[in-house]
């Protein structure tokens, strides 16, 4: 059987490059995208020299529409034809709603929600045509949350992300293609450096962080069974359950106390 090649996007840190690490361990083919393309091309200089795949590097900013359009141009180009896609690229705007501009907010939205919409739109015909496919939709723990002060489009991209999961799931069912909505807590990465959260951190540090790695491992695991949904860790479990089953009356002022040192107020 060939080799399968997947998409990754963000690969260039965090979870995304533990994705790299992950599926290159495995023997699958990789196409990273990220901006810092010095940083895939690290990456995929290690994991060449590791293992043996193939790694194509392609630079996009997933939040201008003709980049992720040129993206899918320059795939296809290549005769590169994905049998797996993860949707990881992301992050936060940890301002309230009033403090960032429109601009910054339709730029989160484009890399959060429209840019893993398209692609999946894209890629997904080849993976239902040869009835074999993996997409990995990188949600988050805060898809359950009532939402808080801070950070306010986040919540409400990773729930899109989960109910987009499960939706597509539904629709593929049976096909070949599995779906997966990956819905992490705190997890080691440049997540809160890119959001400027480093200086609220060394004051209120994370509690229960996970390893890249863990989540990465447990989200593979996941997909390959055929998962709609994964949160990983028992921390975590425990959290979503709270959240879903707790009165909302309980629930939202707990959730919003224990969130509030986490915004960047201005
Ligand atoms: N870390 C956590 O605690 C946590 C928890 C739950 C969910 N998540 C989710 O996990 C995913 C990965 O985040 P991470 O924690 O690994 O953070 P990270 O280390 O900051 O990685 C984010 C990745 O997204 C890419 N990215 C950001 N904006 C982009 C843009 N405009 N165009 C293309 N790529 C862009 C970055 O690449 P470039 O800067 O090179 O473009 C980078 O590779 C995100 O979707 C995040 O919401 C993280």
């Not at 919409?117 to 894209?122: H, K, M, P």
């Amino acid at each position: 059987m060939p080799a399968k090649t997947y998409l990754i996007t963000g690969a260039s840190s965090g979870i995304g490059a533990q994705f790299a690490r992950s599926y290159a361990r495995r023997g699958i083919n990789l196409i990273l995208v990220a901006r810092r393309l010095d940083r895939l091309e690290a990456l995929a200089a290690e994991l060449r020299v590791a293992h043996d795949i193939e790694i194509t590097c392609l630079d996009a900013d997933l939040s201008d529409r003709a980049q992720v359009n040129g993206l899918l141009t320059r795939i296809k180009e290549m005769n590169l034809r994905p049998d797996g896609l993860i949707n990881n690229a992301g992050y936060s705007l940890a301002h309230t709603f009033a403090a960032t501009t429109a601009k910054q907010q339709l730029d989160f939205i484009e890399v959060c929600v429209a840019a893993p919409t398209l692609l999946a739109r894209e890629l997904l015909d080849h993976m239902l045509a040869q009835g074999f496919g993996r997409i990995i939709n990188v949600s988050s723990m805060v898809a359950f949350s009532p939402g808080a002060s801070g950070h306010t489009l986040y919540p409400a991209a990773k729930a899109y992300m989960l109910k987009f999961s499960r939706s597509l799931a539904a629709e593929v069912a049976g096909r070949g293609v599995k779906v997966t909505a990956l819905c992490p807590g705190s997890t080691e990465s440049e997540f809160q450096h890119s959001n400027g959260m480093d200086a609220v951190l060394k004051t209120h540090p994370a509690r229960f962080v996970q390893t890249a790695e863990a989540v990465v491992e447990a989200a593979i695991r996941a997909n390959e069974a055929g998962r709609e949904v994964i949160v990983t860790g028992w921390t975590n479990k425990l959290a979503v359950f709270l959240m879903t089953y707790m009165p909302d009356g309980l629930i939202t002022p707990l959730i919003r106390w224990g969130a509030r040192k986490y915004q960047i107020e201005e």
